[in-house]
């Protein structure tokens, strides 16, 4: 473990990372003072072959572990301090002692509902295909079933989204979680891509820092979520599902999120090796 050499300069960031899109890959933990701020228990491991794990908290156990956890990641960066019980671990270099790390999209532009068509709730036991909008009611599918589509476009939740059963597709969509919990679990395969244009490019779910409801993501290895995952104002809860060592989830490629809790029995993978880790300035520190 070790202690910063040089500021994190965050004066910059935001224009810089928010620019950068989820076209880098990492995790980001904005909350400034929660104990476990980043939480693992049981057997869960999260892989972040894009190099780097952000955590603002100062809470001297601002990450707490416990069971047989690993966080595989060659980078830690930590305000405050970690807690590793048990068996569990940090595969690379600790940080300790820096500065935060400004939230890249504090100015992200959420889209105004009022301007979405306004679609009613549907319901699915087979294919469906949902097409962009406002939906002002709950979103639910519970059927195992079920097995929709997202045609591309801008998917706004006005109370929330559950899908427990069946499947998720969606290439060129971003969906965004006003109010209420989104909670999806991937039992047949889920597969989300972002736009790659627009002022959401590379961004494929958000939730404005005004909805604290918890986001959940819960799959195998047939969940395969790709592009920057936005929660600045709520617990974003990763559970792996998967029997087989080694294998598990993709879920997303640049997170940022208030608090982050993983547990499971599965590697969640977040980021790829062909994308670049998400990274401040460095600046020299003067006395």
Do not use: K
């Not at 955590?55 to 595989?72: E, K, M």
């Not at 002692?97 to 699915?124: C, K, N, Y």
């Not at 919990?181 to 395969?189: H, I, K, P, T």
């Not at 494929?204 to 799959?219: E, K, M």
């Amino acid at each position: 473990m070790r202690t910063l050499a040089t500021i994190v300069g965050i004066a910059a960031i935001a224009g810089s990372a928010s620019a950068q899109g989820a076209r880098v890959s990492g995790i980001i933990v904005l909350n400034p003072s929660a104990d476990g701020a980043l939480s693992m228990n049981g057997n869960a491991s999260i892989h972040v072959p894009a190099r780097a794990v952000y955590v603002n908290s100062a809470s001297p156990r601002a990450i707490d572990t416990v069971g047989n956890c690993t966080l595989d990641v060659p980078e830690l960066f930590v305000v405050g301090g970690t807690r590793f019980n048990g068996r569990s671990e940090c595969t690379g270099a600790v940080t300790i002692g820096g500065a935060p790390f400004q939230d890249p999209w504090q100015h992200m532009i959420f889209p105004h509902h009022e301007a979405l068509p306004v679609r009613p709730s549907p319901e699915a036991s087979g294919p469906i295909t949902m097409q962009p909008g406002y939906y002002p009611s709950e979103v639910v599918f519970t059927s195992n079933n079920a097995d929709v589509t997202l045609a591309p476009g801008v998917y706004v939740f006005g109370n929330g989204f559950r899908m427990t059963g069946g499947s998720l597709t969606g290439s060129g969509v971003h969906l965004v979680n006003l109010n209420g919990s989104f909670d999806l679990r991937g039992n047949a395969g889920v597969t989300l891509t972002p736009s790659l244009e627009g002022f959401l490019a590379n961004v494929v779910i958000s939730q404005p820092a005004s909805n604290t409801s918890t986001l959940h993501l819960r799959g195998g290895s047939t969940m395969r979520i790709f592009g920057g995952i936005y929660v600045p104002g709520a617990l974003v809860n990763l559970v792996g599902t998967s029997s087989i060592a080694g294998s598990g989830p993709q879920m997303g490629d640049l997170l940022v999120c208030d608090r982050l809790s993983l547990s499971g029995t599965a590697t969640i993978t977040i980021g790829h090796d062909a994308m670049r880790a998400v990274r401040p300035p460095r600046m020299p520190l003067f006395d």
